[in-house]
């Protein structure tokens, strides 16, 4: 009876030390995926070089906000909130985010030539659009 316990607890102990190897590889992806994500927005994005009509503008608009979105994984984007500015993407958190997620994030937003504005109740994330 005690061997088999311990042969129990012995596989129990190597099921757990899976578990901690898988959830290290899940991040990995994760992280991966994003910087996927990132090069795939940064190589099909191309500046215009003529204005264009007014329509197609606010088309244009709604596009650069969407690029810098596909480049988040879902449970960070749903944490976020973007806002088109005149040169930027502002990118401002809906709650608060954690040292982790907000680290997630800054990596993101650096990984495509954004930064992290620090302004107190103010503070956000910013991506200029032209890197966009």
Same mark, same amino acid.
Not at 25 to 38: G, H, P, T, Y
Not at 71 to 82: A, G, H, K, Q, Y
Not at 96 to 115: D, H, W
């Given at each position: 009876m005690s061997e088999e316990?311990?042969? *129990?607890?012995?596989?129990?102990?190597r099921v757990d030390e899976l578990v901690v190897i898988l959830n290290g *590889?899940?991040?990995?992806?994760?992280?991966?995926?994003?910087?996927?994500?990132?090069l795939a927005v940064s190589k099909f994005?191309?500046?215009?070089?003529?204005?264009?009509?007014?329509?197609?503008?606010?088309?244009e608009k709604t596009k650069a906000i969407e690029d810098i979105k596909m480049?988040?994984?879902?449970?960070?984007?749903?944490?976020? !909130?973007?806002e088109e500015k005149d040169q930027y993407v502002v990118i401002k958190p809906r709650q608060?985010?954690? !040292?982790?997620?907000?680290?997630?994030?800054? !990596?993101?937003?650096?990984?495509?030539?954004?930064?992290y504005v620090s302004?107190?109740?103010?503070s956000h994330f910013r991506v200029p659009k032209k890197g966009a």
């Open positions: 316990k311990e042969k *129990i607890e012995n596989l129990t102990k *590889i899940m991040e990995d992806l994760r992280q991966v995926s994003a910087s996927l994500k990132s994005t191309q500046p215009v070089v003529a204005p264009p009509p007014p329509q197609l503008q606010m088309r480049m988040f994984p879902e449970d960070l984007e749903n944490l976020l !909130s973007f608060f985010l954690g !040292s982790e997620n907000f680290s997630k994030i800054a !990596s993101i937003v650096r990984g495509v030539g954004g930064e302004a107190g109740k103010a």
